[in-house]
DNA sequence: CCAAGGCCTGAATG
DNA sequence: ACATTCAGGCCTT
Protein backbone atom coordinates (compact mmCIF):
# COMPACT_ATOMS: atom_id res chain seq x y z
CA UNK A 1 0.00 0.00 0.00
CA UNK A 2 0.97 3.60 -0.65
CA UNK A 3 2.38 5.03 2.73
CA UNK A 4 0.99 8.47 1.10
CA UNK A 5 -3.00 6.61 1.83
CA UNK A 6 -2.22 4.63 4.26
CA UNK A 7 -4.46 4.91 7.30
CA UNK A 8 -3.83 3.19 10.97
CA UNK A 9 -7.61 3.41 12.09
CA UNK A 10 -6.74 1.27 15.06
CA UNK A 11 -3.88 3.79 16.41
CA UNK A 12 -6.08 6.58 15.12
CA UNK A 13 -9.03 6.27 17.53
CA UNK A 14 -6.69 4.60 20.23
CA UNK A 15 -4.93 7.62 20.94
CA UNK A 16 -6.76 10.22 22.76
CA UNK A 17 -8.84 12.32 20.00
CA UNK A 18 -12.03 10.45 20.56
CA UNK A 19 -13.94 8.69 23.05
CA UNK A 20 -17.18 7.01 22.07
CA UNK A 21 -16.01 4.32 19.23
CA UNK A 22 -15.96 0.84 20.02
CA UNK A 23 -14.88 -2.51 18.17
CA UNK A 24 -17.05 -5.17 16.51
CA UNK A 25 -15.02 -7.28 15.21
CA UNK A 26 -13.41 -5.60 12.24
CA UNK A 27 -15.13 -2.32 12.42
CA UNK A 28 -14.79 0.67 14.25
CA UNK A 29 -18.09 2.30 15.15
CA UNK A 30 -18.54 5.41 16.76
CA UNK A 31 -20.51 8.82 16.76
CA UNK A 32 -19.74 11.83 15.55
CA UNK A 33 -22.01 14.52 16.29
CA UNK A 34 -25.34 13.94 15.07
CA UNK A 35 -24.27 10.82 12.89
CA UNK A 36 -22.61 7.37 13.22
CA UNK A 37 -19.78 6.49 11.84
CA UNK A 38 -18.59 3.20 10.79
CA UNK A 39 -14.82 2.71 10.07
CA UNK A 40 -13.28 -0.49 8.33
CA UNK A 41 -9.71 -1.70 9.03
CA UNK A 42 -8.68 -0.20 5.20
CA UNK A 43 -10.64 3.00 6.69
CA UNK A 44 -13.68 3.23 4.60
CA UNK A 45 -16.17 5.39 6.25
CA UNK A 46 -19.69 4.07 6.26
CA UNK A 47 -22.19 6.40 7.90
CA UNK A 48 -25.76 6.27 9.60
CA UNK A 49 -27.07 9.76 7.65
CA UNK A 50 -23.93 10.66 5.83
CA UNK A 51 -23.22 13.82 6.78
CA UNK A 52 -20.20 15.01 5.15
CA UNK A 53 -17.05 14.46 6.53
CA UNK A 54 -13.40 14.00 6.16
CA UNK A 55 -12.45 12.21 9.37
CA UNK A 56 -9.12 10.96 8.87
CA UNK A 57 -8.23 14.21 6.96
CA UNK A 58 -7.47 12.73 3.96
CA UNK A 59 -7.13 15.88 2.28
CA UNK A 60 -4.22 16.82 4.10
CA UNK A 61 -0.34 15.59 1.50
CA UNK A 62 0.24 13.32 4.84
CA UNK A 63 4.03 12.84 3.25
CA UNK A 64 4.44 16.93 3.12
CA UNK A 65 3.43 16.86 6.66
CA UNK A 66 5.58 14.14 7.63
CA UNK A 67 8.88 15.38 6.09
CA UNK A 68 7.70 18.89 7.85
CA UNK A 69 7.34 17.65 11.18
CA UNK A 70 10.34 15.40 11.07
CA UNK A 71 12.71 17.84 12.57
CA UNK A 72 14.64 15.83 15.24
CA UNK A 73 14.86 12.05 16.20
CA UNK A 74 12.34 11.79 18.78
CA UNK A 75 9.90 12.76 16.61
CA UNK A 76 11.32 11.00 13.35
CA UNK A 77 11.35 7.28 15.41
CA UNK A 78 7.66 8.57 16.31
CA UNK A 79 6.37 9.15 13.36
CA UNK A 80 8.44 5.29 11.76
CA UNK A 81 6.63 3.77 14.10
CA UNK A 82 2.98 4.90 13.92
CA UNK A 83 3.21 5.19 10.17
CA UNK A 84 -0.65 6.00 9.84
CA UNK A 85 -1.44 7.37 12.18
CA UNK A 86 -3.92 10.56 11.72
CA UNK A 87 -5.22 13.31 13.17
CA UNK A 88 -9.17 13.09 13.52
CA UNK A 89 -11.63 16.17 12.40
CA UNK A 90 -14.44 15.76 14.38
CA UNK A 91 -17.63 17.48 15.49
CA UNK A 92 -17.34 20.54 17.22
CA UNK A 93 -19.31 20.76 19.48
CA UNK A 94 -18.84 17.00 20.57
CA UNK A 95 -15.29 17.57 20.73
CA UNK A 96 -15.90 21.00 22.50
CA UNK A 97 -17.93 19.44 25.18
CA UNK A 98 -15.67 15.82 25.40
CA UNK A 99 -12.34 18.08 26.47
CA UNK A 100 -14.35 19.88 28.74
CA UNK A 101 -15.07 16.40 30.30
CA UNK A 102 -11.42 15.35 30.07
CA UNK A 103 -10.06 17.97 32.20
CA UNK A 104 -7.91 16.71 35.35
CA UNK A 105 -9.67 13.17 33.89
CA UNK A 106 -8.45 9.95 32.58
CA UNK A 107 -9.53 8.23 29.15
CA UNK A 108 -11.77 5.53 30.69
CA UNK A 109 -13.96 8.08 32.73
CA UNK A 110 -14.16 10.65 30.06
CA UNK A 111 -15.31 7.77 28.07
CA UNK A 112 -17.96 6.94 30.59
CA UNK A 113 -19.28 9.96 31.37
CA UNK A 114 -19.54 10.79 27.07
CA UNK A 115 -21.40 7.80 27.27
CA UNK A 116 -23.52 8.61 30.07
CA UNK A 117 -24.27 11.93 28.45
CA UNK A 118 -25.41 10.46 25.23
CA UNK A 119 -27.34 7.43 26.26
CA UNK A 120 -29.14 10.11 28.79
CA UNK A 121 -29.28 13.53 26.12
CA UNK A 122 -28.94 11.85 22.72
CA UNK A 123 -31.28 10.69 20.17
CA UNK A 124 -31.46 6.94 20.14
CA UNK A 125 -30.72 5.44 16.48
CA UNK A 126 -30.20 2.24 14.67
CA UNK A 127 -27.80 1.50 12.94
CA UNK A 128 -27.06 -1.94 11.28
CA UNK A 129 -29.18 -3.71 13.74
CA UNK A 130 -27.22 -2.25 16.55
CA UNK A 131 -28.60 0.29 18.59
CA UNK A 132 -26.44 3.96 18.89
CA UNK A 133 -26.99 7.76 21.49
CA UNK A 134 -25.99 10.45 19.02
CA UNK A 135 -24.17 13.24 20.68
CA UNK A 136 -27.13 15.48 22.16
CA UNK A 137 -27.45 18.64 20.42
CA UNK A 138 -26.61 21.79 22.50
CA UNK A 139 -30.02 22.65 23.04
CA UNK A 140 -30.51 19.63 25.14
CA UNK A 141 -27.94 20.16 27.27
CA UNK A 142 -28.24 23.91 27.43
CA UNK A 143 -31.61 23.04 28.91
CA UNK A 144 -30.85 20.44 31.25
CA UNK A 145 -30.75 20.48 34.59
CA UNK A 146 -27.22 20.69 36.08
CA UNK A 147 -28.01 17.68 38.34
CA UNK A 148 -29.20 15.60 35.46
CA UNK A 149 -25.59 16.27 33.71
CA UNK A 150 -23.93 15.34 37.38
CA UNK A 151 -25.77 12.20 37.59
CA UNK A 152 -23.78 11.28 34.33
CA UNK A 153 -20.32 11.15 36.47
CA UNK A 154 -18.71 14.81 35.44
CA UNK A 155 -19.03 16.30 39.11
CA UNK A 156 -17.89 20.15 38.78
CA UNK A 157 -17.49 20.24 34.91
CA UNK A 158 -21.80 19.79 34.75
CA UNK A 159 -21.93 23.65 34.97
CA UNK A 160 -19.39 23.93 32.53
CA UNK A 161 -20.83 21.80 30.00
CA UNK A 162 -24.08 23.24 30.77
CA UNK A 163 -22.58 26.90 30.07
CA UNK A 164 -20.89 25.97 26.89
CA UNK A 165 -23.97 24.28 25.32
CA UNK A 166 -25.80 27.94 25.91
CA UNK A 167 -22.87 29.56 24.40
CA UNK A 168 -23.09 27.69 21.34
CA UNK A 169 -26.96 27.51 21.21
CA UNK A 170 -27.47 30.76 21.24
CA UNK A 171 -24.81 31.69 18.67
CA UNK A 172 -22.21 33.79 20.92
CA UNK A 173 -19.73 31.57 19.50
CA UNK A 174 -20.00 30.20 15.87
CA UNK A 175 -18.03 26.88 15.73
CA UNK A 176 -18.75 25.99 12.29
CA UNK A 177 -17.28 29.72 11.46
CA UNK A 178 -14.10 29.51 13.99
CA UNK A 179 -13.08 26.85 11.13
CA UNK A 180 -12.02 30.17 8.94
CA UNK A 181 -10.57 32.24 11.35
CA UNK A 182 -7.15 32.00 12.75
CA UNK A 183 -5.08 30.11 15.50
CA UNK A 184 -4.66 32.97 18.26
CA UNK A 185 -8.51 34.37 17.69
CA UNK A 186 -10.08 31.07 17.66
CA UNK A 187 -8.15 30.16 21.13
CA UNK A 188 -8.89 33.87 22.47
CA UNK A 189 -12.81 33.32 21.66
CA UNK A 190 -13.14 30.11 23.17
CA UNK A 191 -10.89 30.14 25.99
CA UNK A 192 -14.08 32.92 26.90
CA UNK A 193 -16.45 29.55 28.06
CA UNK A 194 -15.63 28.47 31.46
CA UNK A 195 -13.87 24.72 31.55
CA UNK A 196 -11.80 25.91 28.68
CA UNK A 197 -8.04 26.79 29.05
CA UNK A 198 -5.11 26.29 27.28
CA UNK A 199 -4.86 22.51 26.86
CA UNK A 200 -8.76 21.98 26.56
CA UNK A 201 -8.89 24.92 23.68
CA UNK A 202 -6.03 23.39 21.98
CA UNK A 203 -7.77 19.93 21.64
CA UNK A 204 -10.85 21.65 20.77
CA UNK A 205 -9.06 23.43 17.91
CA UNK A 206 -6.62 21.05 16.46
CA UNK A 207 -9.45 17.73 16.96
CA UNK A 208 -11.94 19.73 15.50
CA UNK A 209 -11.35 23.38 14.20
CA UNK A 210 -8.65 22.48 11.39
CA UNK A 211 -6.05 24.39 13.58
CA UNK A 212 -3.22 22.36 12.78
CA UNK A 213 -0.78 24.28 14.71
CA UNK A 214 -2.25 23.67 18.05
CA UNK A 215 -0.33 21.20 20.28
CA UNK A 216 -2.18 20.39 23.20
CA UNK A 217 0.08 21.01 26.28
CA UNK A 218 -0.89 18.40 28.86
CA UNK A 219 1.10 16.40 31.49
CA UNK A 220 2.13 13.83 28.92
CA UNK A 221 3.36 16.39 26.43
CA UNK A 222 5.29 18.39 29.43
CA UNK A 223 6.42 15.35 30.50
CA UNK A 224 7.76 14.60 26.85
CA UNK A 225 9.39 17.73 26.46
CA UNK A 226 11.45 17.48 29.64
CA UNK A 227 12.55 13.66 28.81
CA UNK A 228 13.53 14.00 25.54
CA UNK A 229 13.80 17.51 24.49
CA UNK A 230 15.85 18.93 27.40
CA UNK A 231 16.63 22.26 27.47
CA UNK A 232 15.03 23.62 24.28
CA UNK A 233 11.54 23.65 25.85
CA UNK A 234 12.36 24.85 29.30
CA UNK A 235 9.74 25.95 31.65
CA UNK A 236 10.52 29.05 33.50
CA UNK A 237 8.06 28.48 36.50
CA UNK A 238 6.75 25.29 38.23
CA UNK A 239 3.50 25.05 36.86
CA UNK A 240 2.50 25.47 33.60
CA UNK A 241 0.44 29.34 33.55
CA UNK A 242 -0.91 31.00 30.98
CA UNK A 243 2.27 33.01 30.15
CA UNK A 244 4.33 29.82 30.08
CA UNK A 245 2.40 27.96 27.86
CA UNK A 246 1.88 30.65 24.96
CA UNK A 247 5.52 31.11 25.37
CA UNK A 248 5.91 27.94 25.20
CA UNK A 249 3.90 26.73 22.15
CA UNK A 250 5.56 29.87 20.60
CA UNK A 251 9.04 27.66 20.66
CA UNK A 252 7.08 24.30 19.42
CA UNK A 253 6.20 26.13 16.27
CA UNK A 254 9.09 27.67 15.91
CA UNK A 255 10.49 24.14 16.11
CA UNK A 256 8.18 22.08 14.27
CA UNK A 257 6.53 24.51 12.36
CA UNK A 258 2.81 24.96 11.14
CA UNK A 259 1.82 21.10 11.52
CA UNK A 260 3.20 20.74 15.01
CA UNK A 261 -0.35 19.24 15.77
CA UNK A 262 0.59 16.25 14.14
CA UNK A 263 4.11 16.23 15.87
CA UNK A 264 2.18 16.11 19.22
CA UNK A 265 -0.13 13.42 18.29
CA UNK A 266 2.96 11.26 17.22
CA UNK A 267 4.89 11.84 20.42
CA UNK A 268 2.04 11.84 22.46
CA UNK A 269 1.02 8.22 21.16
CA UNK A 270 4.55 6.64 21.51
CA UNK A 271 5.02 7.88 24.74
CA UNK A 272 1.68 6.55 26.07
CA UNK A 273 2.25 3.16 24.82
CA UNK A 274 6.01 2.99 26.39
CA UNK A 275 4.23 3.21 29.42
CA UNK A 276 1.43 0.97 28.42
CA UNK A 277 -1.55 3.33 29.17
CA UNK A 278 -4.61 2.12 28.38
CA UNK A 279 -7.21 3.35 25.44
CA UNK A 280 -10.35 2.75 24.37
C1' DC B 1 2.22 37.63 36.53
C1' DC B 2 2.77 33.69 39.74
C1' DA B 3 1.61 30.31 43.61
C1' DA B 4 -1.59 27.74 46.26
C1' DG B 5 -5.84 25.49 47.22
C1' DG B 6 -10.18 23.46 45.85
C1' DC B 7 -12.89 20.67 42.93
C1' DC B 8 -16.23 15.43 41.22
C1' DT B 9 -14.87 10.77 40.72
C1' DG B 10 -13.03 6.17 40.69
C1' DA B 11 -9.01 3.39 40.09
C1' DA B 12 -4.57 2.69 41.99
C1' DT B 13 -1.61 2.72 45.76
C1' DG B 14 -0.15 2.53 50.78
C1' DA C 1 -10.66 -2.68 54.99
C1' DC C 2 -9.78 2.31 54.94
C1' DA C 3 -7.24 6.51 53.80
C1' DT C 4 -4.70 8.94 50.55
C1' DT C 5 -3.08 9.93 46.06
C1' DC C 6 -3.50 10.74 41.42
C1' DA C 7 -5.38 11.58 36.70
C1' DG C 8 -5.19 14.70 29.34
C1' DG C 9 -6.86 21.21 34.12
C1' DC C 10 -9.20 25.18 35.30
C1' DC C 11 -10.97 28.79 38.29
C1' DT C 12 -10.64 31.68 42.24
C1' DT C 13 -8.03 33.91 45.73
Redesign the pocket.
Known sequence: MEKSCFIDVENSINS?QVFLWKKNKENWYGIDGQDVLKVSKSGRIKSYNNTKTDFFRKRDDIDRIIKSISKDSTTRKAVKRYLGLRIIEQDPFQCLISFIV????????IKNSLENISRKFGNRVEFENKEFFLFPKPERLAKAAISEI?SC????RAKFIKDAASTVMLKKIDLENLKKSNYQDVKREICQI????????D?VMLFSLDKLESFPL???MIRILERYYSGRFEL????V????YEVLHEKIVKHFGPYAGYAQQFLFKMERENYQ?KWL
Open positions: GSSNSNIQKKGVGYSGIGNKVACDRWETKTTEKQK
